[in-house]
């Protein structure tokens, strides 16, 4: 598995490297195809934010979904703790839910079950800057201003909206963007007020009308 630790507005010292190389190998328990983990550590210099001033970003890159955790505290040290609970709890999450779907995937006939379908050739993914590699992020300055735009590109497949609630979850993120399997067309669950969550949904056969 590949540890890729990168600093964002500071440097990361070596000892602290290693450190993240000891802590992370956890992970491998939980996720052994983990084909590679993104460690993003960053500083707020203001002074009013001392207390969340360091911030530590985990990504697991896996054949299955992105899971994704980050935590912010006046170390990195403990930043990196809380992100990796995080993250751990979250791998454990996504083990449990393989486990109940290859149980009940055993429990349907064999004449029920689905036939795999073939995936259709997709181009591979561009930005105005060029090709990119799924899951990593490319920051570009907008025109002559000081806004940065960070842009990521994740291969899409059809899922139900139940599925992207929960890989919205293993990401930790308000929202989550997907293909829904009922109507293949793209739509995005986000989070509401307490435990509702929302769905907005996009017909692309709409055509421009002059």
Same mark, same amino acid.
């Given at each position: 598995m590949e540890i890729a630790v990168t600093g964002r507005q500071r440097d990361v010292s070596a000892k602290f490297r290693d450190h993240v190389e000891s802590k992370v190998t956890k992970i491998e328990q939980l996720a052994p195809r983990a084909q590679r983990v993104d460690v993003l550590?960053?500083? =707020?210099?203001?002074?009013?934010?001392?207390?969340?001033?360091?911030?530590?970003?985990?990504?697991?890159?896996?054949?299955?979904?992105?899971?994704?955790?980050?935590?912010? #505290?006046?170390?990195?040290?403990?930043?990196?703790?809380?992100?990796?609970?995080?993250?751990?709890? /979250?791998?454990?999450?996504?083990?449990?839910?393989?486990?109940?779907?290859?149980?009940? #995937?055993? /429990?349907?006939?064999?004449?029920?079950?689905?036939?795999?379908?073939?995936?259709? =050739?997709?181009?591979?993914?561009?930005?105005?800057?060029?090709?990119? &590699?799924?899951?990593? #992020?490319?920051?570009? &300055?907008?025109?002559?201003?000081?806004v940065v735009i960070r842009e990521k590109v994740y291969p899409a497949r059809p899922m139900t909206i139940d599925d992207a609630l929960y890989e919205m979850e293993l990401v930790g993120h308000p929202f989550f963007l997907f293909i829904d399997a009922e109507t293949n067309q793209p739509a995005v669950v986000y989070s509401r007020r307490g435990w509702t969550y929302g769905v907005i949904k996009l017909d692309s056969t709409v055509t421009a009308t002059v």
């Amino acid at each position: 598995m590949e540890i890729a630790v990168t600093g964002r507005q500071r440097d990361v010292s070596a000892k602290f490297r290693d450190h993240v190389e000891s802590k992370v190998t956890k992970i491998e328990q939980l996720a052994p195809r983990a084909q590679r983990v993104d460690v993003l550590v960053s500083h =707020e210099a203001n002074p009013r934010q001392a207390e969340t001033s360091d911030r530590v970003e985990l990504t697991v890159i896996d054949k299955g979904p992105v899971v994704r955790a980050e935590a912010s #505290a006046s170390d990195p040290y403990v930043a990196l703790d809380l992100a990796l609970d995080k993250l751990l709890e /979250r791998l454990r999450r996504a083990r449990d839910r393989r486990k109940d779907h290859r149980s009940a #995937a055993r /429990r349907v006939p064999e004449a029920a079950a689905p036939q795999p379908s073939v995936p259709a =050739e997709v181009p591979e993914p561009q930005t105005e800057s060029g090709p990119v &590699v799924l899951g990593e #992020a490319v920051e570009t &300055v907008l025109g002559d201003s000081p806004v940065v735009i960070r842009e990521k590109v994740y291969p899409a497949r059809p899922m139900t909206i139940d599925d992207a609630l929960y890989e919205m979850e293993l990401v930790g993120h308000p929202f989550f963007l997907f293909i829904d399997a009922e109507t293949n067309q793209p739509a995005v669950v986000y989070s509401r007020r307490g435990w509702t969550y929302g769905v907005i949904k996009l017909d692309s056969t709409v055509t421009a009308t002059v």
